[in-house]
């Protein structure tokens, strides 16, 4: 982080984090209104979400284990990677 500070310089590196946290903000939004349909959450958000001191971006979710559906969190990941995302 320090290196990046110091090629970015303070606003850059502002800049940089900032959007960093809107990204994360927008993710999270997404996936909130991920809806079953039988018009539950797909998902259960476990981070503090937007409402939390927000510093870190990070999005923390599982699905949501009231739909009891075929596949798991596990499953879901192996199915991200797929497409090149990195999800843990």
Same mark, same amino acid.
């Given at each position: 982080?320090? !290196?990046?500070?110091?090629? /970015? ?41 937007? /409402? ?17 559906? /075929? !596949? ?5 990941? /192996? ?10």
């Amino acid at each position: 982080q320090y !290196y990046k500070l110091l090629r /970015h310089g303070k606003e850059g590196y502002t800049s940089k984090v900032l959007n960093q946290m809107k990204v994360a903000s927008y993710m999270r939004d997404f996936i909130l209104n991920l809806k079953h349909p039988s018009g539950k959450p797909r998902f259960v958000i476990l981070d503090g979400g937007s /409402h939390s001191c927000q510093c870190l971006p990070v999005v923390a979710a599982r699905l949501n284990p009231d739909l009891q559906l /075929h !596949y798991d969190d596990i499953d879901l990941q /192996h199915a991200l990677a797929e497409s090149h995302w990195y999800v843990s």
